[in-house]
């Protein structure tokens, strides 16, 4: 071919090339959130609320015209509740499908392990489940938000009303594993600080089901509350013993976190009068007005409820687009930088902040009580609430406890 | 490919991360399919099945990620060397206990001395973070005099996985070509003929074992720097289970099943878990269609495989 | 240190048997199966589930546990019957591993179907109102429905030894288990045997499964770790002895417990701690014997 024809395309072709980077600097691309869940497993349940929250969230983006403009995505994938799983589904979610921001995580050890794709990337991730350590040296990083509840906070909270209110001969009966000891620490802690007994300390193996060893020694002892920690399905075994040994006329019960789903399978003979915390209760809808309006249109979409953990994700999603509005960006470093600077929101349950050192959220808690059979409200008013206690970062671990020098 | 199978393995290889989905996938492949090596070598070719294989996956991995992590080791291969000795100690050592039993009482001693090592892993959490995983890992960079190379982008480390996995592929092929290899394939057929025939075959099957514990070492190590996380749930018999899998798939008693059936279940995974939740029951029933109907897997099938299965 | 009182003691002695009666249950099946058919049954904990499940369903649809304490175990048995028509009977005859394998596939296919059935979450059984209260049993209060637990498990066991030892079928199984090629040359179809041997063994671990529902609950994975420490138990009876398994389980049952009860933290490991110093004295368990799947 002649050299005229020759610069002629290869101009052409070169413009071909800058003009598609143009359009892209401009382009329409959805936002993509990835969302590793245990979608299978024994916490299924709650992971669905998750899901759902997730959902509801994107709806109100998208209603509103998305992030920055353009549409967003979530992308759900079933972690299986095993690290391994979760890592190569983060990575999935970031080289694969260029998702710029990840949420998600309902087990700390699931979530540790998608922490440390997502470090890497320097992707922003918002993590949406109970850990100590996510939000403390060497795990957390710039770009490692935790907007759930810890172990910490929780015990400290509920510990102290249960000290207030219940009595302060405790027994404590524990899942053997990173989630329970933490809070067995914590409530023992909490007790001795102020002025209580713990009577004793029992470990058991996390989904065994197999308490009866135990409890004759606890009724002999005597104790004012039996405090368990013990997670999802155990818990129902836990009380169907308990309660088979008659030891719940003998004592109260309480545990760090109620859930609505557990509470539903177990049902109201079992969780009558059993008291725990929470970060959220539909029926808190009576008293807070963005409250009322997630559980409506939750209600609305899903035909159900909202259930508690389901209200992480919704925020979490709502915090990326937040900072992402600020920073003018979906740079994970600079949307982390928008959050730290502008750290108040309120999306679902009242004022929440972010903490600077450790980008830890401060949120409100309450504490439930299971209703008596007969009392219910209906399929799934479970719970009575009993108390709110208000957002303090004293129940946190201080940020120099955490590493954090700053 | 039946005359140079490392050849085979590398041109594979090379252009497999262009092939699937994502680089992280292939890495992910690469270091299953040795780890299923490493069992098809114990299974496949000396006839003795293991359900404890996450011991060894799990001590490579911990002891390079604790000499990382830890021990704050700087030279990328000390640490890996470290990790593969981890791997081999414990299989020398739970090699000679077990390997006093035949059978499934065999079986059932390897994955009893697994599960005390995942207690172990679980309680020893000062040193592995007990159930919340091994973190802080960072991946030293290869260096060579003043010429240094970062492992963090994926591409990268992928192709430097292939090179190490490919050497292992390569002594496989030598231990397999080799009169040991011979023997263990003897060994496999039947084994009183073996020592009938005057070969001391628990040494034989002892040093098996050894070789076993290397490769799901060496492919654990590798999976702890491609994650900078190691589990709780390496030493889980999950793990053991799965490798199981994936050297069924893809043909026991094969050189490269243990590839194809890496491959097979990861890339399979990798799929169907975004359209469903099942991913279980479809690797289940997928599983049991194998058994049933096609026993020398996908690898055995295809290349007419050894016989006896 | 705990509470060393009798009493306490006591208590947890029954609490073991309870264990151990289900340990028992499950092994003998497992035993029966494997001695006479030499399969090792990796199903077999994914079907104490299905009993625990069927429990459910049957409790709800006849309002009486102990009218679904009759049918679900027959309805695990009828299961089992296709398992082994179907799935099973076509290997006989290639490696031994081969039904070791399939089972294990077909356990994870269980778990997920009853996933999709009947949900992610998990259901309550409730123990029939005439259990539902504790007896004093002089040192301690004990739940009448575990003492119900051990009674079934007797009174089962009993009546499976005279239906082997008394019976015509009995006897052909048990010397099916000894010499399956002479019971095969002495005309009887070793066939038809093995199916109903099966159906037994499978029936055994649906009861298992209902019988503890009340206790745990019933959720998908509930045979996921318990399959694990059945086989245990088995080993370290010795494969195919069936006074072998029922020692082992009722040994084991209480060694959990008073782990339990003394080192809680080592509850989870001392079974394989157990069956690997039985294995380093006794080759192949407690009344094992040499040469079966070796």
Known sequence: MNRRVFLTTTAAGAATFAFPAVLRAQSKDPVRIGFPLPMTGPFAAIAADMKQGAELGIDVLNAKGGILGRKVELLVRDDQLKPQVGAQRTQELIEKENCQFIIGGLAAHVQMAINEQTKKAKVLFISTSQSDEISAKPDTSPVTFHEALNPTITSRVVGKWVMDNLGKKWWIVYADYAWGKQNNMVLTETNKKLGGTVLGNTPYPLGSAEFSAHLPKIQAAKPEVLVHVTPGADDIAFLKQVKSFGMHQQMKLAKPLHWISIAKQGGPELYQDVYGGTNFYWEMQDSIPEAKKYVEAFQKKFAIPPGDYGVYAYSAVLEVARGAELAKATDGEKVADALRKNPTYNHVKGKQWWRACDNKSFQDMWILKGRAPGKTKGEWGLLDTVARVAANEEYDRTCAEKGHTA | ?309 | MPDLSLAALAAQVFTGLVLGGIFVLLAVGLSLIFGLMTVVNFSHGALYMLGAYFGFVLIGRTGSFFVALVLAPLLVGAFGLLVERFLIRPLYGRSPDDPLLLTFGLSLVLVEVARLIWGKIGVTLDPPAALAGAVNLGFTYFPSYRLFVIAVTAIVLVGLWLFLEKTNVGLVIRAGSRDPMMVKALGFDVGRIWFLVFGIGTGLAGLAGILAGPMRGAYAEMGVTIIIESFVVVVVGGMGSLLGAVISGLLIGQIVGLTTFFAPKLAEIIVFIFMALVLLFRPSGLLGEAGLLE
């Not at chain 2, 059936?261 to 169907?272: F, R, S």
């Open chain 2, 1 to 309: 490919m039946g005359r140079h199978p490392v050849v085979f393995f590398f041109v594979v290889f090379a252009i497999f991360p262009w092939v699937v989905p994502y680089k992280s996938l292939a890495a992910q492949v690469l270091i299953y399919g040795l780890f299923a090596l490493g069992f098809n070598l114990l299974y496949g070719y000396t006839g003795l099945l293991s359900f404890g294989s996450a011991a060894y996956w799990g001590l490579g991995a911990y002891g390079t990620g604790i000499a990382l992590a830890k021990l704050k080791v700087t030279s990328l291969w000390l640490a890996l060397g470290i990790g593969m000795a981890a791997a081999v100690v414990g299989g020398a050592l739970v090699g000679f206990f077990c390997l006093r039993r035949r059978g499934i009482y065999f079986a059932m001693l390897t994955l009893a001395f697994a599960q005390l090592l995942y207690f172990v892993g679980f309680h020893l959490a000062d040193w592995t973070g007990g159930d919340d995983g091994l973190r802080g890992i960072t991946v030293p960079a290869i260096t060579l005099g003043s010429w240094r190379l970062p492992l963090d982008r994926s591409v990268v480390f992928y192709y430097f996985t292939l090179v190490i996995v490919g050497l292992a592929v390569a002594a496989l092929k030598r231990i397999l070509d080799s009169p040991f290899g011979a023997v263990l394939q003897a060994i496999r057929e039947n084994a009183d003929r073996a020592t009938a025939c005057g070969y001391d075959i628990s040494r034989i099957k002892h040093l098996s074992f050894v070789f076993y514990a290397l490769f799901c070492g060496l492919a654990g190590a590798l999976d702890a720097l491609r994650l900078t996380v190691v589990p709780i749930e390496s030493l889980h018999w999950s793990t053991s289970g799965q490798v199981v899998i994936m050297t069924l798939l893809g043909g026991a008693g094969t050189f490269f099943g243990p590839f194809v059936g890496a491959a097979t279940y990861l890339v399979l995974e990798d799929a169907i878990s975004v359209w469903t939740e099942s991913w279980p029951l479809a690797i289940g029933a997928i599983f049991m269609a194998f058994v049933l109907f096609l026993p020398k897997g996908i690898w055995g099938t295809l290349t007419g495989g050894f016989h006896g299965r």
